[in-house]
């Protein structure tokens, strides 16, 4: 549900940095959903954008998976199991690799609460709400390009503590254009997910029980 702070009046939109805080994303992203028609907005005679709460609580009630309106075509939120263990966000658009990765999960962090956006935007929305303790993200995604996404991501500091790990499908050299983003990121090829994930996961978690709880 879209909150109001105490004491003031329900608005009927929104300024893209109130969205931005609401979702937990940067203003960029939330003009690209502008910009792609998943919000609905105009502009002031000053060029501001302003952003319909309606379509606000629509888009969360949607991607929540709640009956207020039909949702956009997408994988919906999956929980392997119950919170106790580590909270890891899949943020991949490809239905056979989010399968392999959530029964890979399955399989190593039974303990774990696994959930999967199927494109970047929603990817930052999940990210702001469910705080991750590890974030697997494909390169090539739809809305917003991962290595987009994993540099804001790594610029916000709500996710200095999440472990990230990137799955593709491009090889050392396509991969080229996107190492600003990638630079001291576990890279794991889609090719050799079943061999390599499980250690690269075992590695981040290891990393995570000896730092100890964060404040």
């Not at 996107?178 to 499980?198: D, N, R």
Request: charged content about 20%; proline content about 7%.
């Amino acid at each position: 549900m879209v909150e109001t702070p105490a004491g003031q009046d329900t608005p009927d939109h929104f300024t893209t940095i109130e969205v931005a805080k609401m979702l937990g994303m940067a203003v960029r992203s939330v003009q690209m959903m502008v910009d792609r028609g998943d919000l609905e907005a105009w502009k002031t005679p000053g060029g501001h954008r302003r952003i319909a709460r309606h379509s606000v609580q629509r888009w969360l009630n949607a991607r929540n998976g709640e009956s207020s309106g039909p949702a956009r075509s997408g994988h919906p939120n999956v929980s392997i199991n119950g919170a106790k263990g580590p909270r890891v966000l899949v943020i991949e658009d490809s239905a056979h690799y989010q399968n392999l990765l959530s029964l890979l999960l399955k399989q190593h962090l039974p303990d774990a609460d696994v959930q999967v956006a199927d494109d970047g935007i929603a990817g930052l929305a999940m990210a702001g709400r469910l705080d991750p303790d590890v974030l697997i993200v494909d390169i090539l995604l739809p809305g917003i390009d991962g290595a987009t996404l994993i540099t804001s991501l790594r610029s916000h500091p709500q996710f200095r503590h999440s472990h990230l790990i990137v799955v593709t499908s491009l090889d050392e050299a396509q991969r080229a254009p996107y190492a600003f983003a990638l630079s001291g990121v576990p890279v794991v090829h889609k090719s050799q997910i079943v061999a390599e994930l499980p250690r690269v996961l075992a590695a981040c978690l290891s990393r995570t029980a000896a730092a100890g709880p964060s404040n």
